[in-house]
């Protein structure tokens, strides 16, 4: 029927193949563009069957059918169907008018019941109507004729069993079978669509220099990896160079409202594709863009949100007067409540409400609740939390907007804290900035680290620095660190990216080593102590210092975790058999290194039955993270152990004690049961 092409045209996102060298990854990016057969490109090839139906009045019509765009199989001017002159006699009785009913096309059974459903509205230029029976949702449990009532259309093909009324101006548009378009004021398309695809997006850097180039199926590795190496000349020309052909390979003349797909009490939507069961209701405006859905993967823009020049991928949701301008929204990524994104790249499962997002890169599961600032930011790790007040990226030099921030993996971000540009955390993930604390421009690579403000700030030291505890939210903030992993791996939706959710993985062990060594808490003992650290004395401690006692509990957490780690890929390779390797052969090499150095001349049975205690011991600590705030609630508010979960009860503390439990069997299953 009319306005049924397949859904089932390819929508694989571009995943390059991190494994291999980074010219090879462009590479793989290139070739995906030139090669793709996504929704965009399949919808470009069939309404160029539009042609067909450019005839001149003093062609002789004969016998021939003239395709449509969307697959019907051929439809006739008005006239010739049969009974053709009752039909039009009929649908001006019903209030309705062409300029050339000779240019209004349906199928060759249409007929007079179908033409009860087309009631005064008015017909310009060349116009394709498909068949109307059933009735379509409007909205939930309000179900409505299908058909045409009082609206004007123009140049446009409308698909079998869809919903066109009240819409003031319909133009160059395909709607598509059991679309709805009701009360809308516009929809329209200039001639030249391009969906919002081919745009430069000025991510990190607000002058340019790491510019985003975005296309509907682009995903998260592909996009950080173009973002973060800039040094590939050759490959970033390639990709632009492709990118260039897919533009125009998806240039369109009509704007695309797909089967299933709702526009209701919405403003404008211009030289854009509604895709597959998408919502857009109550909306200001969709402009330029392009809006991946699906039936079961709705995405929805509502409530006075506009969407302009942007890149909505499946699940997405824009609501509550929400702002999407030049930017690109990963699947169930979101911006709520008066939220602005702006030349920025939003990944899956980060929402935004009421702050600002500007020219940022922003990674996966980043809570953005509140009114705060994300400017020029590079943030591809996410699993963070910015609090109210927060600002990163809160200024620049003053000559040119040129300098960009780079925040940690799992960075939490206190009330009212001020992060200044330039900054590098990237090497130091799920560290805590707390509440009212004014960073300096600088470079911090200890990971779990807490940045205070100083209780007093010692003698020598600027009074502009901070106080770093590193690895302070491993053994002060346990609690938070498991929430973390348990809470991403509950809450994601996406269905295309994958993530790693462990905290405890290659990657940041080497960065928690790399600490080690600078504390001197490795293999090296530091020679001579001092009471108070600076840069000068332990690089990576950027604008900020260290005490001595701090120093020595740093170490301690270090070690502890990379001693949980390595026993537990102690315990994992023993339960796969000897002549396995664990995870992988990084982990291999970092169990090694860490076994020799931390814990040498120690037995098999030795290591197992310490990773007993030391989860006994983890799970301990997450409890006590926990019961802190107990203690401190119970004296503070009326009543509060009624109104609050115990530690005891907290489901992440059952967890982790049901963990330490489970770690305990799994070793005398080892050592006894061989």
């Known amino acids: 029927s009319l306005g049924a092409m397949s859904e089932n045209v390819s929508t694989e996102l571009c995943f390059p193949d991190t494994t291999l060298p980074v010219a090879q990854q462009f590479a793989s990016i290139s070739s995906h563009l030139r090669s793709s ?5 399949a919808a470009a090839a069939a309404v160029a069957s539009r042609a067909a139906l450019a005839l001149s009045r003093s062609d002789s019509y004969g016998h021939d059918k003239y395709e449509d765009a969307v697959g019907l199989g051929g439809v006739l001017p008005l006239p010739r169907v049969k009974g053709g002159t009752a039909i039009i006699e009929a649908l001006v009785r ?6 050339d009913w000779a ?7 249409f007929d007079l019941q179908d033409a009860t459903r087309v009631r005064n509205s008015r017909f310009s230029g060349q116009c394709i109507m498909g068949k109307f029976s059933t009735t379509v949702e409007v909205m939930p449990n309000v179900p409505l004729p299908s058909g045409v009532y009082d609206s004007l259309v123009v140049n446009t093909e409308l698909g079998t069993d869809c919903l066109v009324q009240n819409v003031r101006i319909l133009s160059n548009a395909v709607v598509e079978t059991r679309a709805v378009l009701f009360n809308v004021d516009s929809v329209s398309c200039s001639g030249k669509a391009t969906f919002g695809c081919g745009q430069l997006l000025p991510v990190a850097v607000e002058v340019g220099g790491r510019d985003l180039p975005i296309w509907p199926e682009i995903s998260l590795p592909a996009a950080s990896l173009m973002v973060a190496h800039r040094e590939e000349k050759q490959g970033l020309k390639d990709v632009g160079n492709a990118l260039q052909q897919y533009e125009e390979r998806i240039k369109s003349p009509v704007t695309w409202i797909r089967k299933g797909a709702r526009v209701v009490n919405t403003s404008q939507v ?25 039936a079961e993967e709705v995405t929805v823009v509502a409530d006075g949100a506009q969407v302009h020049s942007a890149i909505l991928q499946w699940g997405v949701t824009a609501t509550a007067g929400g702002v999407v301008r030049n930017s690109v929204m990963l699947e169930y990524s979101g911006v709520h409540d008066q939220g602005r994104v702006v030349n920025s790249l939003v990944a899956p499962n980060s929402n935004l409400a009421k702050g600002e997002i500007s020219n ?20 591809p790790s996410g699993k963070g939390n910015v609090a109210y007040g927060a600002m990163l990226g809160s200024n620049h030099t003053g000559r040119v907007a040129d300098q960009e921030l780079w925040p940690c993996e799992g960075g939490f971000f206190g009330l009212g804290c001020m992060l200044r540009l330039p900054t590098d955390m990237s090497s130091a993930p799920y560290c805590l900035v707390a509440a009212s604390v004014s960073c300096l421009p600088q470079k911090i690579t200890f990971p779990f680290s807490l ?11 600027s009074p502009a620095f901070m106080s770093i505890l590193p690895a302070w939210c491993l053994y002060k903030n346990a609690y938070s660190i498991l929430r973390s992993e348990l809470k991403h791996k509950q809450r994601n939706k996406a269905k295309r990216h994958t993530f790693d959710y462990r905290v405890m ?14 504390l001197h808490g490795w293999d090296k003992p530091l020679s001579e102590t001092k009471d108070v650290y600076l840069e000068t004395d332990m690089p990576g401690l950027g604008k900020n210092y260290m005490r001595e006692s701090v120093r020595q509990a740093a170490i301690d957490g270090y070690r502890t ?45 030795q290591q197992l039955d310490k990773l007993v205690q030391m989860e006994k011991d983890h799970a301990t600590s997450v409890m006590e993270s926990k019961r802190g705030d107990d203690i401190r609630g119970a004296k503070t508010i009326p009543g509060y152990r009624h109104a609050h979960t115990p530690a005891e009860d907290d489901p992440v503390v059952l967890h982790i004690k049901e963990f330490a439990a489970s770690i305990q069997k799994r070793v005398q299953k080892v050592l006894y049961c061989a």
């Open 103 to 109: 240019q209004i096309f349906v199928p060759d059974n």
């Open 94 to 99: 019903q209030g309705c008018h062409a300029d």
């Open 270 to 294: 211009h030289d854009s594709y509604i895709g597959y069961g998408a919502s857009i209701d109550g909306a200001l405006c969709v402009r330029e863009s392009c809006i991946y859905s699906t």
């Open 360 to 379: 940022s890169f922003v990674g996966p599961f980043v809570g953005f609740h509140h009114q705060s600032l994300l400017i020029s930011v590079f943030w």
């Open 561 to 605: 975790f990379l001693m949980r780690y390595a026993l537990t890929q102690v315990l994992l390779k023993a339960e796969k058999g000897e002549d396995k390797e664990p995870r992988t052969e990084e982990d291999e090499h970092l169990v090694n290194v860490i076994l020799k150095v931390l814990l040498p001349n120690t037995t098999f049975e």
């Open 451 to 461: 940045i205070t403000l100083p209780d007093k700030v010692p003698d020598g030291v």
């Open 505 to 518: 993985r290659p990657d940041i062990i080497q960065l928690v080593i790399d600490a080690l060594q600078v």
């Open 37 to 41: 057969s996504s929704q965009l490109v």
